[in-house]
Structure formats: structure tokens, C-alpha cells
T-cell receptor
Framework: NAGVTQTPKFQVLKTGQSMTLQCAQDMNHEYMSWYRQDPGMGLRLIHYSVGAGITDQGEVPNGYNVSRSTTEDFPLRLLSAAPSQTSVYFC????????????????FGPGTRLTVL | AQKITQTQPGMFVQEKEAVTLDCTYDTSDQSYGLFWYKQPSSGEMIFLIYQGSYDEQNATEGRYSLNFQKARKSANLVISASQLGDSAMYFCAMREEDNYDMRFGAGTRLTVKP
């Protein structure tokens, strides 16, 4: 049981380049999400998915695309990288979508540190 | 809109003493969950403790307890008997029922002194 895995761990891009951050979980979790972490701002939700084929926007979705073709994978695509997208990106998953009730919690991947020059 | 506030950018505590990390939140929903995460210097996010808005008792997990004051909309984390390994960033977060957007506070950096 690997939990939530993310690749790559580090990435440097030039402005305008595109790339995909990979995220996978082997816990059969319904809910998956992407966050970005910037200094002094905590984590902010980019996109989330409540199941295969279903995605929606979070707080800061501009410049990012996602898809969820399988329960296990939830890739994040940067279409045209900008310096403002320099950040640490975390993928997370949880068993159910009703996260507020009960003890359902999100499990986080190790993060991807992205620098856009 | 939900909002989380952590007013302490940094805190210091002596080893073996207790420390309280503050968190206040703002929501108009009656049903929500409150979470605390620890982020050590290695970068991973580690779940510590959860409190549901309808839970009558404060949550506890080992040396961690959550001082939940619903009327004041506060959810402070108490760490008892601090250890050097507790030095890390601590984030408070909230998710409303039926709202998939979990909001995080800016975090508090805790340093435990030997």
C-alpha cells in the first residue's frame, strides 16, 4: 500500500512550457484533490474530483486542467506555465466525499516543487 | 465563504511543556469538520486530529487535543509534553458538509527548545 504518490518531486520549467504533474493512490479513494502551497498562504485548492469522470474547480483553478479517467489517477496539467505558478503542489485523497462528517480525512502525497523561470 | 485564521506566525515552547496553537474559523454552516495537520521540514502533510461540529467532546489523539469552542468559532490545538520532533509548521483546516473545498489557515511555525 503506497498511499498517495506524486511525480516528479522537483521540476523546473520555462515560461510557456506545458507539463503534467502525476498523482496516484492505491486506497480506492473516491475523492482526490490538488492543492498549491505558497509561502505565508497555507494550502489552496486548485481542482478536485469526487469520482472517475467527475471533476470541479476549487479556489484557484486558472491555468490548470485536470481529468479523472480512473479511480487511481488524477493528473494536473499546466497548459502554459507562468512564474506565478511557482509553488509546491500537493495531491490528496480521501475515502468519501462527505468529508465533514465522521473521521474521514485527506491523505497527502509528498509534494512536487515546481519552479517556473 | 469559509475562512480560517491562524494569528501566530511563530511559537516557541520549551521541551516537555504544553503549547496551544490558535485557530479561528468563519462559516455560516452548522455542519462542518475541523482538521489539524503537521508539516515538518521534510515537507509532507501529516494528519493530526479531527473535530466534527456536532461532536460534544473535544477530540484527543495521544499528546494532541483540540480545544473546540463552537460559540467562539475557535479550534485550538494543544500539544502536551512537547518534544523536539514537534518542531514543524502546523495548519488548521475546515471543510463544510457538502462543500468539497477544504480551506487552510496560513500556518504556525512551532519551535521546541531543548
Amino acid at each position: 500500500n503506497a498511499g498517495v504518490t506524486q511525480t516528479p518531486k522537483f521540476q523546473v520549467l520555462k515560461t510557456g512550457q506545458s507539463m503534467t504533474l502525476q498523482c496516484a493512490q492505491d486506497m480506492n479513494h473516491e475523492y482526490m484533490s490538488w492543492y498549491r502551497q505558497d509561502p505565508g498562504m497555507g494550502l489552496r485548492l486548485i481542482h478536485y474530483s469526487v469520482g472517475a469522470g467527475i471533476t470541479d474547480q476549487g479556489e484557484v483553478p486558472n491555468g490548470y486542467n485536470v481529468s479523472r479517467s480512473t479511480t487511481e489517477d488524477f493528473p494536473l496539467r499546466l497548459l502554459s506555465a507562468a512564474p506565478s505558478q511557482t509553488s509546491v503542489y500537493f495531491c490528496a485523497s480521501s475515502y468519501s466525499v462527505a468529508g465533514a462528517m465522521g473521521t474521514d480525512t485527506q491523505y497527502f502525497g509528498p509534494g512536487t516543487r515546481l519552479t517556473v523561470l | 465563504a469559509q475562512k480560517i485564521t491562524q494569528t501566530q506566525p511563530g511559537m516557541f515552547v520549551q521541551e516537555k511543556e504544553a503549547v496551544t496553537l490558535d485557530c479561528t474559523y468563519d462559516t455560516s454552516d452548522q455542519s462542518y469538520g475541523l482538521f489539524w495537520y503537521k508539516q515538518p521540514s521534510s515537507g509532507e502533510m501529516i494528519f493530526l486530529i479531527y473535530q466534527g461540529s456536532y461532536d460534544e467532546q473535544n477530540a484527543t489523539e495521544g499528546r494532541y487535543s483540540l480545544n473546540f469552542q463552537k460559540a467562539r468559532k475557535s479550534a485550538n490545538l494543544v500539544i502536551s509534553a512537547s518534544q523536539l520532533g514537534d518542531s514543524a509548521m502546523y495548519f488548521c483546516a475546515m471543510r463544510e458538509e457538502d462543500n468539497y473545498d477544504m480551506r487552510f489557515g496560513a500556518g504556525t511555525r512551532l519551535t521546541v527548545k531543548p
